[in-house]
């Protein structure tokens, strides 16, 4: 893969909607993206599931690499008597970044929209102090009552629309990257160990549910019997008023260290960085990792459990940046470390 290819990766993955619980569209294009590196299955809960070509026998060590594919979203709650559609949050929605965006309503037709903003000329000073609450946040899709209810359920899903955009010194811009950057990190691991001899078996997992507990990546692991796992997601990348710990953009792929993670797997992916020259960081985490990780480690009889983050800013919100530098050291340092660890030509 080259860089082009991470970034039209990029594109594809973020272009596709699936919020928590309705993954359908993110979902479809996961599949295809995987389609060329083995056999591609879904579940019940939707995850999209991988099964490498080349696998060792079944009852060889079994590697997991996880990533997930919802995002943050909104849902349809009520439609008022003047047809403006009362929402709820679907996962840490940051509101604070939601007035006045363009949606689109996942009905059985989508719908565009954009959530109701009322212009500051008509607001007093200390309402324009306050952050409303998601019961006070309306979207507008221009329908009476009458026709809304004929367009629109009770239930329906919401997504921002934020295409993604490049910035300066190479850095992209747009909504869902949390964590469909760690989708294709995984694409480019793939990449890597195409034709590699490897004396295990490797799947690969996009996740559903993340963003709400973790329940794909829960029963996907379950499902598989994994003794061990890699997760990927993003991490907070150093920004305007953050804390210095955060890692730094274009610092590489952040090696978690947490009580919940194998510790002996943290160590090994450092040496793998280190013995390969990727780029990488540190991250620890005083207990849990607010990741797929949390659910993964205690899968089954447990697994043997390592975290991989990507720096990114402005998370659960329709403008999160990431380096796609930063998303080719993940893939880079999986491949390796997998390589490292159970390829039979060593």
């Not at 995002?71 to 047809?83: A, F, H, L, P, S």
């Not at 295409?163 to 010194?169: A, D, I, Y």
């Not at 760690?182 to 990449?191: E, F, I, M, R, V």
Request: aromatic residues 4%.
């Amino acid at each position: 893969m080259g860089q082009m290819d991470i970034r039209e990766a990029l594109g594809k993955l973020t272009a596709a909607h699936g919020t928590s619980g309705r993954e359908y569209g993110a979902a479809a294009c996961g599949a295809e993206l995987l389609a060329p590196y083995g056999q591609v299955s879904t579940d019940t809960l939707g995850n999209v599931l991988l099964a490498r070509e080349g696998n060792a026998p079944e009852k060889a060590d079994h590697i997991t690499l996880t990533a997930h594919l919802d995002e943050i979203g909104m849902m349809v709650r009520e439609i008022d008597d003047k047809g403006y559609l009362k929402i709820a949050a679907v996962g840490g929605l940051d509101r604070r970044g939601l007035m006045g965006q363009e949606v689109l309503v996942l009905a059985d037709e989508p719908v565009y929209g954009v959530v109701c903003s009322v212009p500051p000329h008509l607001t007093s000073s200390d309402d324009r102090k306050k952050l409303l609450e998601m019961d006070d946040m309306a979207i507008d899709i221009g329908y009476s009552k009458e026709e809304a209810e004929k367009h629109v359920s009770i239930g329906d899903w919401a997504v921002v629309l934020a295409p993604l955009v490049e910035l300066q010194n190479g850095m992209v811009s747009g909504k869902a990257l949390d964590d469909r950057a760690g989708c294709a990190s995984l694409l480019w691991a793939l990449d890597k160990l195409k034709g590699a001899s490897l004396d295990c078996n490797v799947t690969v997992v996009f996740a559903a549910m993340e963003e709400i507990g973790s329940q794909g990546a829960r029963t996907a692991h379950y499902a598989a019997g994994a003794t061990h796992a890699i997760a990927v997601d993003v991490t907070f990348g150093f920004a305007h008023g953050d804390k210095p710990h955060c890692p730094k953009m274009g610092s590489g792929a952040a090696i978690g260290f947490a009580p919940i993670l194998n510790p002996k797997m943290s160590k090994a992916l450092v040496e793998a960085a280190k013995r390969h020259d990727i780029p990488y960081t540190t991250e620890v985490m005083g207990g849990r990792t607010g990741t797929d990780a949390d659910a993964i480690h205690t899968s089954g009889s447990g697994v043997v459990t390592g975290l991989l983050s990507i720096p990114e800013r402005y998370m659960h919100s329709p403008v999160e940046v990431i380096d796609p530098e930063d998303v080719k050291a993940v893939g880079d340092l999986i491949a390796a470390y997998i390589i490292d660890t159970w390829g039979t030509e060593n």
